[in-house]
Nanobody
Framework: VQLQASGGGLVQAGGSLRLSCAASGRSVRNSVMGWFRQAPGKEREFVGAIWRDGQKTYYTDSVKGRFTISRDNAKNTMFLQMNSLKPEDTAVYFC???????????????????WGQGTLVTVSS
């Protein structure tokens, strides 16, 4: 499976961006898909994830109420709608997926087998 993240860019604080993660090579219908981010000088951190059926989503506390993850299994694509962006959201955003992930591991980067290349989001104050 190959993942391609896109949609990053420069936005002012309070603005919005929508990231996409397009998968190819295999249907991702039965995978758990997630977003992670890595700010300069910091470790990669969990942003959110969406379950296989798209009915359940999980978010880190700092983005709850501002970010929304969705997926379109027919198009093999996942989205991250980011609203009310803050300078501290500045990071490279990575999408990831795994076909065998269990719920207790959803926030753990090492639990995901497939990763995209990352897209840079810069939020100016």
């Amino acid at each position: 499976v190959q993942l391609q993240a896109s949609g990053g860019g420069l936005v002012q604080a309070g603005g919005s961006l929508r990231l996409s993660c397009a998968a190819s090579g295999r249907s991702v219908r039965n995978s758990v898909m997630g977003w992670f981010r890595q700010a300069p000088g910091k470790e990669r951190e969990f942003v959110g994830a969406i379950w296989r059926d798209g009915q359940k989503t999980y978010y880190t506390d700092s983005v709850k109420g501002r970010f929304t993850i969705s997926r379109d299994n027919a198009k093999n694509t996942m989205f991250l709608q980011m609203n009310s962006l803050k300078p501290e959201d500045t990071a490279v955003y990575f999408c990831a997926l795994d076909f065998n992930l269990i719920l207790s591991s959803v926030r753990m980067s090492h639990a995901y087998d497939y990763w995209g290349q990352g897209t840079l989001v810069t939020v100016s104050s």
